[in-house]
């Protein structure tokens, strides 16, 4: 095989130069119409999976507007932007060439109100605190008795070891369809849990140990108190064993 002389191996060289100043040549050409011509300016953008956050909420918190280059703006800055909401769980963005931009949050729900003090504390199944209210929102379950130092927006209650317990409470609860049905969760000072239901039944819970099988056990109850029509009182979970049912004289 002929090897190739030095004359025709700097030909090769400034062929491939070339090439690349070509190619590095368009490159900036089509960066510099990408970031500057109207062709790729937000026309749309479509908010999804939203529930109790409106679009202008949303459209607000993002910080990116119609009009305005798609390009402009880091997808991570806009997710980012969102999640400084503490109803936005998190939150994907994509773009849509030429000039869409597709938005989909996930909203966090509230889920219990945690009461400090005075104040009550608006909290997600996760413990993550959403906001604050000076009165109660009937439509959620109240938690009294538990203490916490963690109360500030967007901190966690149960990032205290002595609310891990609640935590498991709250989940199986929810995952259950108990929270729904539950009007208050207290705590007494001998650190048992008394649950008030609004169908007005009261059920003597006991401690938070082995919830899962106790919040199961409540479940099968209060089905056959339904399906039987049998009109209970109480539901007392913690003298031994077995649950007591109490039923209106």
């Given at each position: 095989?002929?090897?190739?002389?030095?004359?025709?191996?700097?030909?090769?060289?400034?062929?491939?130069?070339?090439?690349?100043?070509i190619?590095?040549?368009l490159?900036?050409?089509f960066?510099?119409?990408?970031?500057?011509?109207?062709?790729?300016?937000?026309?749309?953008?479509?908010?999804r999976?939203?529930?109790?956050?409106?679009?202008?909420?949303?459209?607000?918190?993002?910080?990116?507007?119609?009009?305005?280059?798609?390009?402009?703006?880091?997808?991570?800055?806009?997710?980012?932007?969102?999640?400084?909401?503490?109803f936005?769980?998190?939150?994907?963005?994509?773009?849509?060439?030429?000039?869409?931009?597709?938005?989909?949050?996930?909203?966090?729900?509230?889920?219990?109100?945690?009461?400090?003090?005075?104040?009550?504390?608006?909290?997600?199944?996760?413990?993550?605190?959403?906001?604050?209210?000076?009165?109660?929102d009937?439509?959620?379950?109240?938690?009294?008795g538990f203490?916490?130092?963690?109360?500030?927006?967007?901190?966690?209650?149960?990032?205290?070891?002595?609310?891990?317990?609640?935590?498991?409470?709250?989940?199986?609860?929810?995952?259950l369809?108990?929270?729904?049905?539950?009007?208050?969760?207290?705590?007494?000072?001998?650190?048992?849990?008394?649950?008030?239901?609004?169908n007005?039944?009261?059920?003597?819970?006991?401690?938070?140990?082995?919830?899962?099988?106790?919040?199961?056990?409540?479940?099968?109850?209060l089905?056959?108190?339904?399906?039987?029509?049998?009109?209970?009182?109480?539901?007392?979970?913690?003298?031994?064993?077995?649950?007591?049912?109490?039923?209106?004289?």
């Amino acid at each position: 095989m002929r090897k190739k002389t030095p004359i025709e191996r700097l030909h090769k060289a400034r062929k491939v130069f070339l090439g690349i100043i070509i190619f590095l040549g368009l490159l900036s050409i089509f960066i510099f119409f990408a970031l500057n011509s109207p062709f790729f300016h937000i026309k749309e953008i479509n908010i999804r999976n939203n529930k109790s956050l409106n679009k202008e909420e949303i459209l607000k918190q993002s910080k990116v507007r119609t009009n305005t280059n798609i390009f402009k703006f880091k997808i991570s800055d806009i997710e980012d932007n969102l999640k400084t909401n503490t109803f936005i769980k998190s939150a994907k963005v994509k773009r849509e060439l030429p000039n869409t931009l597709n938005i989909n949050v996930m909203e966090r729900e509230k889920t219990i109100l945690f009461q400090y003090i005075s104040m009550y504390l608006v909290v997600d199944e996760d413990g993550f605190i959403m906001e604050h209210l000076d009165s109660k929102d009937e439509k959620l379950p109240i938690v009294t008795g538990f203490n916490t130092n963690f109360t500030d927006v967007s901190e966690n209650i149960f990032s205290q070891e002595q609310n891990r317990n609640l935590k498991i409470f709250i989940k199986e609860g929810k995952n259950l369809h108990l929270l729904e049905n539950i009007d208050e969760i207290e705590k007494d000072f001998s650190n048992d849990v008394n649950i008030k239901l609004k169908n007005g039944i009261f059920v003597a819970f006991g401690t938070l140990n082995n919830v899962k099988y106790k919040l199961g056990l409540l479940k099968e109850i209060l089905e056959d108190v339904e399906k039987r029509e049998i009109k209970a009182s109480k539901i007392i979970m913690n003298k031994g064993n077995h649950p007591i049912l109490i039923k209106d004289d």
